[in-house]
């Protein structure tokens, strides 16, 4: 990941991708299955040990992989996200948010600067704002259009004005809170890829907003694996900022996943 990330920032603003489409290999990847024995012949007195009960092997290996990478983590530091939003946007790939007995995998993120006109920052420090003012390491929880719970986190020093919005997660464990709380019973990427599901799937409201994710205890990040190879684009939905804003490449991805939001295919390994 750090030969991947070693793009200039110039690159990020300046670089613009051919919209091709692209493929991504699944995070959870298919088995064949097994097939069945034959029934053994009432000649013979010896019976055949019966195989294991088949299950979808998708289904198998998704589980094993949620208890791999499901073991418990510690806290991170406080002064883990005391830098840049810019440089925390990728480090924040992997690790893990828990609430409870939910715990989402982070597989995708976009950072958002100080002075950068699509930043909540550009408004100044409101009721609303203000814990995109604090010290990096707090939530910072806002409503969109007046449905979505968005989680971002606050990034930098205090007064900067910056912070990371949470586009997707994978599911870890508590699937069943997930699902009851999003009002799908599915493990589909469709269950948390855009940052409202991950919102929703936390249960999170505004009263979240400035608490501290670097402690135990209500919503904490955990350290996780540092993803291998990582994709970067343009973010989502914000035609109203400048230009430069609008084609920065300060979206960042896990590759190889399918925990990623739409559109995906204005993602492509960093230069």
């Not at 690159?11 to 493929?23: G, I, M, P, V, W």
């Not at 020093?157 to 919005?165: S, Y």
């Not at 009851?180 to 799937?201: E, N």
Request: glycine share 8%; hydrophobic share 35%.
């Amino acid at each position: 990941m750090r030969n991947a990330l070693s793009f200039t920032r110039t690159t990020l603003t300046k670089t613009t991708f051919e919209r091709d489409s692209t493929s991504q290999s699944s995070l959870f990847e298919s088995f064949c299955f097994r097939g069945s024995a034959m029934a053994p012949k009432k000649r013979f007195k010896r019976v055949a040990e019966p195989l294991p009960p088949t299950e979808p092997a998708e289904k198998t290996r998704r589980s094993k992989s949620l208890k791999l990478t499901a073991k418990p983590q510690p806290p991170v530091p406080r002064d883990f996200f005391q830098i840049d939003a810019l440089d925390l946007a990728p480090r924040l790939l992997g690790k893990f948010l828990r609430r409870d007995d939910v715990v989402l995998q982070i597989t995708e993120v976009e950072a958002y600067r100080p002075n950068d006109s699509a930043c909540h920052g550009r408004f100044g420090v409101t009721p609303r704002t203000a814990p995109v003012f604090g010290p990096g390491g707090h939530a910072y929880v806002y409503l969109c259009y007046g449905l979505h719970m968005m989680l971002n986190i606050v990034a930098d020093k205090g007064g900067a004005g910056a912070a990371v919005l949470i586009r997707s997660c994978a599911p870890i464990s508590g699937l069943d809170v997930i699902q009851q709380r999003r009002g799908q019973k599915t493990d589909k990427p469709i269950l948390l890829t855009g940052p409202g599901k991950v919102g929703q799937a936390l249960g999170l409201s505004t009263e979240w907003s400035n608490h501290p994710l670097y402690t135990p205890g209500g919503l904490e990040l955990l350290d996780g694996p540092e993803p291998e190879n990582i994709l970067v684009g343009p973010r989502v939905g914000i035609q109203y900022a400048l230009p430069e804003h609008v084609n920065a490449l300060w979206r960042f991805a896990i590759a190889d996943t399918p925990w990623i939001s739409a559109p995906r295919n204005t993602l492509r390994p960093p230069l």
